[in-house]
């Protein structure tokens, strides 16, 4: 019973500290995905613990432990409306961990925290898999392995030998974690789980485009998806309109897509014209079927569809991030614009005001041609004062005379919505084309990032001898907007004032070629993690086989050899390990005979009858400037070679004493 209660105490606290730290890296994914009461609270029961453990208080009172968790599901049961699914699940075993923190005192309890915070470190890949988040978890698991060397090597041990050795054991087991990744059979997915759908995905596209929908997302910095060229052939930044939903129907300064879509047949166009850009897309998840594409995609990817507007679809909603490969033109020629198909192109409100139809038909008097008053309707929005502005102020879809004729402020969305509007009233087919337009090239990853704040609107027209053909009013009105990005022309114009302060922190942060020399570090190694990691499914393992020569074999192949390869390696670690582990005897006998070859050399030979403590005596009187060190390397002697086990610390400090009496005397 003594026994038993001798190991029974409390917790010492410094394992308590690298346990603490540990749960502390836990906490992101938490704010990023849970009711933030939640990591508040578990915030709050560990401050609290610190509190109490010195005081000796803990939480005892089985009562109060049952109310606590009746509170729990009380308030799990009012956010959620239910403790079923993945999200209220992590957040009662959150709330749960913070009761146990509460009442934990002993070695026991201690183990069983360790053992529900790697639980949480589950929990939390679960919620979010995105680098930071992956770096955190790696982190608390860290500190958590810590923390249990801490603890069985007792509390008073020094701060630096547990990381040590929790970081030999991380690095001993790299080599196994990197072999299981490669070659262990998978399924077709990689290592992305959506088990509970994204909070605040990126969704700032939508099919529907009114006055106010661009320009709210000038202040975005999320993520809408990123591109690579893998052949090298990278269009300039004026030419990169990347093509994302196509909308027919309109109303003044408010447009809108077609709700059901039908995949476009493969004979419905000739074939492209110009140079083939190949494209690598990795899209962010945003819960609808949009992709993305340079204009003119010519083909769908796998899973999705080009439908009449020529932009592609996902056949499923993405709810994850996901990667494919698209191949784009410059133009690509369409048939012939049939009644059925021209009718609804040339449809306006009927309340049109009278003066913007006034405006319309003069393009369009005596017969003009349609590429003639496009090019009129370009000239009135350049020569009669019309800006772009992120905050052009409030417009309602009807305000289409508002904005031409006396404000003449707007963004990208109201210059397409009126120019296409203008164009049907001056009788040419016309449509309204949203997606983004250029994008930040990463020189590290030789990738282009497209954030929401590059999302963007345009023009297409019909003309009878070359079909759809891109017209963007708002390159007449702002031309360093397309020219120079959208960030280039903010800062251009002095527009970063109209952003927020954080906004405004970050550029004069990326001026800065150190941090923007990490920014773009991080984010390739991001992008990496993403497209290396992340996406390493079933076909990617293919192509990986393929590239080494080892394609075409069944999964019982590579489990087999997997299992052969680890074996083999624990063989040589077990080997390695006892190589390190054996007697230290020799080594002792080693480094003496060392010491006493140079004491030779200074005219004090050792005889071979003489012990080490009566030949340290008469070294001494021989050489008198070196008694010192000498007297210190025998005692060493001595302890080392006559002791039970002989201290590796002590070991070390004596083979540096003697290296640095033979150099230096």
């Known amino acids: 019973m003594k026994i038993l209660r001798k190991q029974d105490t409390r917790i010492p606290r410094r394992p308590l500290l690298w346990l603490a730290a540990a749960l502390l890296f836990t906490l ?258 945003h819960d609808a079927s949009w992709m993305f594409a340079l204009d003119w995609p010519a083909n769908p990817p796998a899973g999705a569809k080009l439908v009449p507007g020529n932009y592609l679809l996902s056949n499923q909603p993405i709810h994850k991030p996901r990667r494919y490969e698209v191949v784009s033109y410059p133009e690509i020629p369409s048939n012939r614009l049939h009644s059925r198909e021209r009718e609804p192109l040339l449809q306006v409100p009927a309340d049109t005001n009278p003066a913007v139809r006034a405006l319309a038909q003069s393009w369009s008097a005596e017969k003009a041609e349609p590429r003639a008053i496009v090019n009129k309707a370009l000239e009135f929005f350049r020569t009669q004062g019309f800006r772009y502005s992120l905050s052009p102020g409030e417009y309602r879809k009807n305000d289409l005379e508002e904005f031409l004729f006396h404000r003449r402020l707007g963004f990208c969305e109201h210059y397409a919505a009126s120019f296409a509007t203008l164009m049907r009233l001056a009788g040419i087919p016309a449509r309204v084309v949203t997606g983004y337009l250029g994008g930040e090239y990463n020189e590290i990853g030789h990738f282009f990032l497209v954030r929401q704040a590059d999302a963007h609107a345009w023009c297409e027209v019909w003309f009878p001898d070359s079909g759809w053909q891109r017209i963007d009013p708002t390159a007449v009105v702002a031309p360093d907007r397309v020219n120079l990005g959208f960030n280039s022309f903010l800062e251009r114009r002095g527009g970063a004032g109209q952003l927020d302060s954080q906004s405004v922190l970050a550029r004069n942060l990326a001026r800065w070629p150190i941090f923007g020399r990490a920014r773009l570090g991080w984010q390739t190694l991001s992008y990496a993690w993403d497209t290396r990691v992340l996406s390493f499914d079933g076909d990617e393992q293919e192509s990986f086989f393929a590239s080494i020569g080892i394609a075409g074999q069944g999964p019982i192949f590579f489990i087999i050899g997997t299992l052969a390869v680890t074996i083999a390696l624990l063989a040589l670690y077990a080997g390695w390990t006892h190589l390190r582990t054996r007697p230290r005897g020799d080594r002792v006998k080693i480094v003496y005979e060392s010491f006493c070859r140079k004491t030779a050399k200074l005219g004090a030979p050792r005889d071979p009858s003489e012990g080490p403590l009566d030949f340290s005596r008469r070294a001494t009187g021989l050489l008198p400037t070196e008694s010192d060190r000498i007297r210190r390397i025998a005692k060493a002697y001595i302890a080392l070679r006559y002791a039970p086990a002989p201290d590796p610390t002590m070991l070390e400090q004596f083979a540096k004493e003697v290296n640095f009496f033979v150099r230096t005397s």
């Open 28 to 285: 992101p994914p938490m704010f990023g995905s849970l009711p933030s009461w939640v990591p508040l609270l578990f915030l709050i029961a560990l401050a609290a613990k610190f509190w109490m453990e010195p005081k000796g208080y803990r939480l005892r009172s089985l009562v109060w432990k049952l109310v606590l968790v009746a509170l729990i599901l009380s308030l799990l049961f009012f956010s959620y409306g239910s403790l079923r699914g993945i999200e209220p699940g992590v957040s009662l075993i959150v709330m749960l961990t913070s009761v146990k923190i509460l009442e934990a005192h002993t070695a026991r309890e201690f183990h069983i925290m360790i053992m529900v915070a790697w639980v949480l470190c589950l929990c939390g890949f679960f919620l979010s898999q995105n680098l930071a988040i992956a770096l955190c978890l790696l982190i608390a698991f860290t500190l958590l392995l810590v923390a249990l060397i801490q603890f069985h090597r007792g509390s008073s041990f020094a701060f630096w030998p547990p990381v040590r050795t929790a970081g030999k054991l991380l690095a001993q087991a790299g080599p196994l974690i990197i072999l299981l990744f490669l070659f262990f059979p998978r399924l077709s997915t990689g290592l992305r789980f959506q088990i509970a759908p994204q909070r605040g995905a990126s969704a700032g596209f939508s099919d529907r485009l009114s006055p106010g929908s661009v320009s709210s997302l000038a202040n975005s910095s999320e993520v809408a998806f990123r591109a690579e060229f893998p052949d090298g052939k990278i269009p300039p930044l004026r030419a990169m309109y990347w093509r994302g939903a196509v909308m027919w129907h309109g109303e003044g300064l408010e447009w809108e897509a077609p709700k059901a879509q039908v995949a476009l047949p493969s004979t419905s166009q000739g074939p492209p014209h110009g140079q083939a850009l190949r494209q690598w897309i990795t899209i962010e998840p």
